[in-house]
């Protein structure tokens, strides 16, 4: 988990906004391709006793929710963001790991195209931030 979080971190590093969420979902998906091992486990979810992995989870997690800054989000709707990119990063390199991809269509272009429409469906928050107020419950 850490060197996943050295690899998101080191490409975020003097980035920010857009640029940045390209740079560190590139990173780990890169990270993934190159170490599979390694990113299995960093699959783990966070166990009660092992303090240690979860500060390593939670670093990955406050870096994300750091390059969102950018956008002037509250609070929790960064937490609602972080867990999306979560999945949309997990799910993707975990299809494209089981041979998911099939077809001969180039795979980055699909994941160019699926991180631009997160990062416009940001925008579209900011822009329309009212609409999507956050209600208990």
Same mark, same amino acid.
């Given at each position: 988990m850490k060197k996943l979080y050295e690899y998101m971190l080191q490409a975020a590093a003097g980035r920010s906004g857009d640029d940045a969420i390209l740079a560190l979902s590139e990173a780990y998906v890169e990270f993934a391709r190159i170490h599979p091992g390694l990113y299995d486990a960093t699959t783990r979810f966070p166990n009660g006793?092992?303090? =240690? @992995?979860?500060?390593?989870?939670?670093?990955?997690? =406050? @870096?994300?929710?750091?390059v969102l800054q950018a956008y002037d989000l509250q609070e929790e709707m960064a937490i609602h963001l972080v867990r999306g990119l979560?999945?949309?990063?997990?799910?993707?390199?975990?299809i494209e790991k089981r041979g998911g991809f099939g077809m001969a269509i180039d795979i980055d272009k699909s994941f160019s195209l699926l991180l631009n429409t997160y990062i416009e469906g940001i925008h579209s928050i900011v822009i329309n931030h009212?609409?999507?107020?956050?209600t208990g419950g």
């Open positions: 006793e092992d303090k =240690e @992995l979860q500060q390593a989870q939670q670093s990955v997690v =406050e @870096l994300v929710v750091q979560r999945s949309i990063l997990h799910g993707f390199t975990s009212d609409k999507y107020e956050l």
